[in-house]
């Protein structure tokens, strides 16, 4: 294994004295080199909306979106995964993260799981990965060998596949149907990926599924109109919501939500096009869950 060919593995010169700097200077270097990560993530957006149309596209033939990645790059799959759910009311199983090592290495390190090539495998044979799946490789390095091999099982199996990794040229690149390559540099501490490389990965990652989910009608202008609410704070989101929406009063919003159950886009479209709940359902039905086509419809 030859590091230093790797740009997350060199040494970075702006921080080769860090050591010896007050506080905030300190700081303020850690700030500069993260000021360069959103620049970097900018190059790849071509193919970052590549893998936000393959994901769509997956999700309407009843597919879903499939992290893999091992230490910080895993974490970061599982905590973007985890929040489609509460934020866009989808059901857990359509983003999942894999982490290798499994549970026990979201909070601790499992020695050797990611130089497992057949774990990777193996953990999308487990959920049932299959063709109409998208999977998403990510490796700050791009050649961890878990993700590799899970990439090689969903390429068997005629999935689309995106990778995202920081270090051009990546055997995880040439692996991937999308390859999304945000080049950031050496980091402050040498090979201490999580930084630079996990806010880009970060970055991503929040684009990936953010974008999926706006083209998949989860969103109404830039309002979440699938949010469940599922505490306090929620359910007053929601009343803001359908409020914004449709600049009703809070006493209406609160009525239509009650009317329906306490969801969103129902209660937008009851109050909107002046119908039940029942006829909103239906509308939204029709619509395939858009809100501005449900309108459309409720103005025929």
């Known amino acids: 294994m030859d590091l230093t060919k790797l740009v997350t593995e060199s040494r970075n010169s702006a921080s080769e004295n860090i050591d ?9 270097v850690i700030n500069d080199e993260d000021k360069q990560v959103a620049l970097a993530v900018e190059k790849t957006l071509p193919e970052v909306a590549s893998t936000v149309d393959a994901i769509v596209q997956s999700f309407s033939q009843g597919g879903r979106l499939i ?23 989808t059901k857990p199983e359509l983003v999942v993260g894999l982490i290798a ?20 495998a193996n953990d999308l044979k487990e959920i049932q990965f299959s063709h109409r799946d998208v999977l998403v ?23 689309k596949v ?32 999580r930084m ?24 109404y202008g830039n309002l ?4 469940e609410a599922t505490n306090a704070k929620l359910v007053e989101r929601q009343k803001r919501i359908v409020m914004q929406a449709t600049e009703c009063s809070r006493e209406e919003a609160a009525l239509a939500l009650e009317a329906c159950n306490h969801h969103c886009k129902t ?25 501005r086509e449900a309108l459309e419809l409720g103005d025929k």
């Open 137 to 159: 490789g990510i490796a700050a390095s791009g050649r961890t060998p878990y993700v590799l091999g899970a990439m090689e099982y969903a390429r068997s199996l005629n999935a």
């Open 224 to 227: 979440m109109v699938d949010v």
């Open 267 to 291: 209660a937008i479209v009851m109050i909107l096009t002046n119908h039940s709940s029942d006829d909103a359902k239906e509308l939204l039905q029709r619509s395939k869950g858009f809100v």
């Open 162 to 193: 995106a990778s995202i990794s920081c270090n051009p040229d990546s055997p995880m690149s040439q692996q991937a149907d999308f390859s999304i390559t945000p080049v950031v540099g050496p980091e402050i501490v040498t090979g201490s990926s």
């Open 67 to 89: 992290y893999v990645g091992a230490g910080t790059s895993g974490r970061l799959g599982i905590l973007d995964a985890s929040e489609c759910p509460p934020t866009y009311g």
């Open 196 to 219: 630079k490389a996990g806010t880009a990965q970060k970055l991503i990652l929040n684009m990936l599924t953010t974008g999926s989910m706006i083209r998949f009608g989860k969103v």
């Open 20 to 28: 010896t700097l007050s506080t905030m200077e300190m700081l303020k």
């Open 101 to 120: 090592g499994g549970q026990k290495a979201i909070t601790s390190a499992v020695e050797n799981a990611e130089d497992n090539r057949d774990l990777g």
